[in-house]
T-cell receptor, first 117, second 113 residues
């Protein structure tokens, strides 16, 4: 199946700093990618839809000025958590629709564990 | 509002037994129903999926049963193995609405040897 990678796999930062997370589709192009966050023992919550060449679409309740999304190419989307605080500590996961099979399924990255001290 | 309700929250099954996870939805616009398996610290991986015009789909030890009239679907894991211990998520998609996944709450499955 298609491969989606994320970098870094984990990051620890100080409160007030910004952190950038990359999501790459390794062997296919993705005009759309999705960003989720997952708290321990909870389900995935969609944060935003990243659209190549245009602005991201944010879900209700997600601060777009805090979670900056840039989809600069057909294989790369980035999520920047600005002025991070301990409550932003979470597992961030991206996904991209599968290529060549319509868009019925999505492939997920391995996730990025963010810890804000 | 939780659009996809999943039960049970956790499940313990003996090796060789059958794990059954149930999901229910309200929105009849959903038109694709995937199941994902997630191991700790990893992203979800697609396990099996079904369209609402199909009542059952089987792939190896995994079977989805779909009841459109009841708006319910379930995952059966036959001959459960310790390696199946993971969290399982059902999900639903409205393909015309950008294919955004709506996830159920998840079921933590533990298969005891």
């Amino acid at each position: 199946g298609a491969v989606v990678s994320q970098h870094p796999s984990w990051v620890i930062c100080k409160s007030g700093t910004s952190v950038k997370i990359e999501c790459r589709s390794l062997d296919f192009q993705a005009t759309t990618m999705f960003w989720y966050r997952q708290f321990p023992k909870q389900s995935l919550m969609l944060m935003a839809t990243s659209n190549e060449g245009s602005k991201a679409t944010y879900e209700q309740g997600v601060e777009k000025d805090k979670f900056l999304i840039n989809h600069a190419s057909l294989t790369l989307s980035t999520l920047t958590v600005t002025s991070a605080h301990p409550e932003d500590s979470s597992f961030y996961i991206c996904s991209a629709p599968s290529p060549g099979q319509g868009t019925d399924t999505q492939y997920f990255g391995p996730g990025t564990r963010l810890t804000v001290l | 509002q939780q659009q996809v309700k999943q039960s049970p929250q956790s499940l313990i099954v003996q090796k060789g037994g059958i794990s059954i996870i149930n999901c229910a939805y309200e929105n009849t616009a959903f038109d694709y129903f995937p199941w994902y398996q997630q191991f700790p610290g990893k992203g979800p991986a697609l396990l099996i999926a079904i369209r609402p015009d199909v009542s059952e789909k089987k792939e190896g030890r995994f079977t989805i049963s779909f009841n459109k009239s009841a708006k319910q679907f379930s995952l059966h894991i036959m001959d459960s193995q310790p390696g199946d211990s993971a969290t399982y998520f059902c999900a639903a998609i409205i393909k015309a609405a950008g294919n955004k996944l709506t996830f159920g709450g998840g079921t933590r499955v533990l298969v005891k040897p």
